[in-house]
């Protein structure tokens, strides 16, 4: 649930579900999030996303998060972990205008990394894409420098599909993840 800043202490209900897995609680973002997502946008590990932001931009990227919810009826999960309640990153559904198509992304802190965590959160995302939403497909788009997400993406079974020239984010890959039926 959601406070309207409109209307401080008059909830806006928006029906987000909340995953769980072996370790870790997908929920939606949190205004309260916003200070580790400013620390992300605020080191090298930005660099694949797109790069550093200020902080009044980080703010603006945690509300197209929501707002993405809203739009779309799916979006970005914060990933945090269920047994400290600690913040780790957000990984999830994404389609905004100029995406070629519904991705699985994912991005985690520093101190998330090399536990497994993004592939943990990225399996539930796209179990819930299949299984809930129906979908039949779905991409990750990855910066081509971008190795650790290259590995996860084919660790996730993606394969290398594309080369994808976004207007904003320049030269993207297009990883095609396998079909639900391949998941068998």
């Known amino acids: 649930m959601i406070q309207s800043a409109n209307h401080p202490g008059h909830p806006v209900t928006l029906a987000i579900p909340e995953v769980e897995t072996e370790r870790l609680r997908l929920r939606l973002p949190s205004e309260a999030d916003v200070a580790a997502i400013a620390e992300f946008y605020d080191s090298d590990r930005a660099e694949g996303v797109g790069?550093?932001?200020?902080?009044?931009?980080?703010?603006?990227?945690?509300?197209?998060?929501?707002?993405?919810?809203?739009?779309?009826g799916y979006g970005m999960w914060a990933i945090e972990e269920r047994s400290t309640g600690r913040y780790c990153g957000w990984a999830g559904l994404w389609f905004p205008e100029g995406w070629p198509e519904r991705e699985i992304g994912w991005a985690l802190m520093a101190h998330a990394e090399g536990r497994g965590l993004a592939h943990e959160a990225a399996l539930a995302a796209r179990d819930h894409a299949y299984?809930?939403?129906?979908?039949?497909t779905a991409i990750s788009l990855v910066l081509p420098d971008n190795k650790r997400s290259i590995s996860l993406a084919e660790r996730l079974g993606?394969?290398?599909?594309?080369?994808?020239?976004?207007?904003?984010?320049?030269?993207?890959?297009?990883?095609?993840?396998?079909a639900p039926e391949a998941l068998q």
């Open 51 to 72: 790069g550093r932001l200020p902080r009044d931009k980080v703010w603006r990227v945690f509300a197209t998060m929501v707002g993405h919810w809203v739009v779309r």
């Open 131 to 136: 299984t809930v939403l129906g979908w039949r």
């Open 158 to 178: 993606a394969r290398f599909e594309a080369d994808y020239v976004h207007p904003s984010h320049g030269s993207m890959r297009i990883y095609r993840h396998p």
